[in-house]
């Protein structure tokens, strides 16, 4: 929407952009090389239904980048500067390297921005500035210092200013290769000079292969956190207890098949993973970065599965242009799912969060136009005992029946199951 030759708008599944006659990036979005990149998948397909307006699909849901982990800000930056390359011969730049022109449709990136493409005239890439902004810089203080894109991205909408990036990492900057980045440069900017094409290709061709490598020492694995190991570490279920709610929220969704799941506290993605093998696509929330960057990283190739970090007891609103440019997490969340999972979480909200029971309730009605999976622990539970024990609160404000008063106002029960050697009870809720 920023865009000076152009304005987007949304009507039904559709979105129209319609652009100025003179805009530079026409003539690219007629040529073979713009159909080249929608057949593989790099550019959202479009198709020009006017002289001067074009159409796309609109996705049914978006993530952005203060939801993301590093793996998926590293793949919106392999993919501009995939895409930078691609279209290099055809003598062509990116004017815009921002991560907010990425879309994600489960974990593959797409560029949207069709009105980011413009003609090499010269030297300098004209978006340097914002991929390093954007990519570079997040990706090594999150390396660094521990400070993710989500939480980055919360604050700089612009990405992170290389004055922010050389106060984060002090002196430690020079032992990274991100050090060139952040060199201060009191250099007033200069008039862009008209290049011959072929010297400019051959100059962005170079700037592309530095960035590259500066997004290679960025490239981030699997680590280790409390949330990210629950898995492989948790207590207070046996064996038999796992795989026995693991088989009966798998039987609950083949019975119910839900073409849209959506699963709040998902960890790694162990109940995700089941509800996209039924073919439902999921939408895949927790507050812990690592564990979603494990569920990233292990499902590199889903298109169903969309994860997003985010904190639902400090949910981020609305972003950009009057909050509406990207909308909060709740409003695109909103009747969203045909199944939403709520399983080993109630407890932490309502106890940990402090959210009452009736709250946790309507956010979940909110969420879900027919089935929850809900899991509800007893007062005597050992996880409760310990919350409770930690925040200097009374265990019977949280038992099952407190719990189900809650649900019961906008839900009725289909079935409930025991899971064995627990205090636990899993509930099929159909709202009302």
């Not at 039904?12 to 003179?22: D, F, H, L, S």
């Not at 995939?82 to 055809?90: F, K, N, T, V």
């Amino acid at each position: 929407m920023r865009d000076p030759e152009g304005t987007i708008e949304f009507q039904g599944q559709t979105v129209i952009r319609r652009i100025r006659p003179t805009a530079t990036a026409k003539q690219f979005l007629l040529s073979k090389a713009a159909a080249t990149l929608v057949e593989a998948g790099r550019l959202i397909p479009f198709e020009f239904t006017a002289p001067e307006t074009l159409e796309s699909p609109k996705l049914p849901f978006l993530s952005y980048p203060f939801e993301w982990c590093d793996a998926q800000l590293y793949l919106a930056a392999q993919l501009t500067l995939d895409i930078s390359r691609e279209i290099l011969g055809a003598g062509y730049e990116l004017k815009d390297a921002s991560a907010w022109n990425v879309i994600f449709q489960g974990n593959q990136p797409t560029f949207c921005d069709h009105l980011s493409f413009q003609p090499i005239v010269t030297p300098q890439w004209w978006a340097f500035g914002q991929f390093t902004r954007h990519f570079l810089l997040p990706l090594a203080v999150s390396q660094q210092r521990g400070l993710k894109p989500h939480q980055s991205y919360s604050t700089y909408r612009d990405g992170i200013p290389p004055d922010v990036a050389r106060t984060l990492l002090g002196l430690k900057r020079y032992m990274t290769r991100y050090w060139p980045l952040m060199v201060a440069s009191n250099n007033k900017s200069k008039p862009r000079t008209q290049v011959p094409a072929k010297n400019g290709k051959h100059l962005h061709g170079s700037l592309y292969g530095f960035c590259q490598s500066m997004l290679n020492g960025g490239k981030p694995n699997q680590a280790r956190s409390h949330w990210a190991d629950y898995t492989d570490t948790r207590h207070h279920y046996t064996d038999e207890a796992s795989t026995a709610k693991f088989q009966k929220v798998g039987e609950w969704l083949e019975n119910t098949a839900p073409a849209w799941v959506v699963d709040l506290g998902c960890n790694t993605g162990e109940f995700t993973v089941l509800s996209a093998g039924t073919g439902a696509d999921v939408i895949a929330v927790d507050l812990d970065h690592d564990a979603i960057q494990k569920l990233v990283l292990s499902q590199s190739n889903a298109t169903n599965i969309h994860p997003l970090v985010t904190n639902l007891g400090d949910m981020v609103g609305g972003r950009g242009w009057c909050g509406d440019e990207f909308p909060s997490l709740m409003t695109r969340l909103h009747q969203r799912a045909d199944m939403l999972l709520m399983l080993a979480l109630i407890h932490h909200l309502a106890i940990s969060e402090g959210i009452h029971m009736g709250k946790i309730a309507q956010m979940a009605a909110h969420i879900t136009r027919e089935f929850l999976i809900v899991e509800l622990l007893d007062e005597n539970d050992p996880m409760v005992l310990h919350l409770c024990s930690q925040r200097k609160r009374e265990p019977k404000e949280f038992s099952v029946a407190v719990q189900m008063a809650a649900f019961s106002q906008y839900f009725s029960t289909v079935a409930s199951y025991s899971v064995p050697n627990t205090l636990r009870t899993l509930c099929l809720l159909k709202k009302l």
